[in-house]
Structures are given as C-alpha cells and as structure tokens.
C-alpha cells in the first residue's frame, strides 16, 4: 500500500481552502492527472457521492468516491465507493492561525486492485498525490 502525508502553511483563511476542498465539481479544472469530476449525489447531512476520472497519456481510470465533510472542524475525509483500488482513504485537516493563514494537512493511503493497473498508473497516482496541495495553493491563489 503507498501512503503520502504533507503539512504546509498556506496565506489563505482557513475557510476558503475548505470551500475549494469540498466543490469536487472542480476538481478537473486544476487537480494534476485529474480529467473529469463530478457530484453524483449530495445527502442532507453533507456527505456527497463523487465521480473522479484520472488519467495520464492514454491511461484512464474512473472511481466513485464517499466524502464525508465538516465545515465546523474544517475537514474533509475521502474513501473509494467503487471503482481500481482495493483501498484509497484520503485525509484534509485545515487549521486557522493567528496570522490568518492556514495550517493544510493532507494525507493519502491507496493500493490498486490489479497488479498491472499499480505498475501503470500507481506511480502517477502517487505523483499527483504529491502535488495536491500545491494544486490547492495554485486555486486559491487564483481565486483570491
């Protein structure tokens, strides 16, 4: 199984990083390897059913993802529904500081199903795992 953590202190509210977290519907407009994304469903108690296709070259893998988010602790947890892996949980945990920036914690564990699926695309993957909070910075910079 490969897991990937990063902690990084971002000049943005805390609460703006949160909202560019949880709009998954955008994700393909500026997440690395990330070619389609859309909400399939979202529940009363904030929980939503999400679709997310990756793909680099030729390569393309769609999974269905339940995320659980809580805009009063300020995280965002992430578990496959269906779809390559055998396992893929993701963490956020964003945390205000006194300057008004944010303290970003963003941890990934995920093992494909297929032994030639992880060979392909599992290092991809890991990459674009390493990039995401880059990515994050990159949209609120933009937004900002």
């Not at 994700?27 to 909400?39: I, K, N, T």
């Not at 303290?103 to 699926?117: G, K, P």
């Not at 390493?130 to 994050?136: E, G, L, W």
């Amino acid at each position: 199984m490969r897991t990937f953590s990063e902690t990084k202190h971002l000049p943005f509210s805390a609460h703006d990083l949160y909202e560019i977290v949880v709009d998954v519907d955008r994700y393909d407009e500026f997440l690395p390897w990330c070619v389609a994304s859309r909400v399939r469903k979202r529940r009363d108690d904030g929980t939503l059913i999400a679709d997310l296709s990756i793909g680099y070259g030729s390569l393309r893998e769609k999974f269905t993802s339940h995320v659980t988010a809580d805009p009063d602790t300020l995280t965002v947890a992430t578990s496959q529904h269906s779809g390559p892996f055998r396992h893929m949980q993701s963490n956020w945990s964003l945390e205000a500081d006194e300057q008004g920036g944010t303290r970003v914690t963003f941890e990934i564990e995920f093992e494909f199903r297929s032994i030639l699926l992880e060979n392909l695309i599992g290092a991809v993957f890991e990459a674009a795992a390493r990039k995401m909070i880059s990515a994050f910075e990159e949209r609120a910079a933009e937004l900002a």
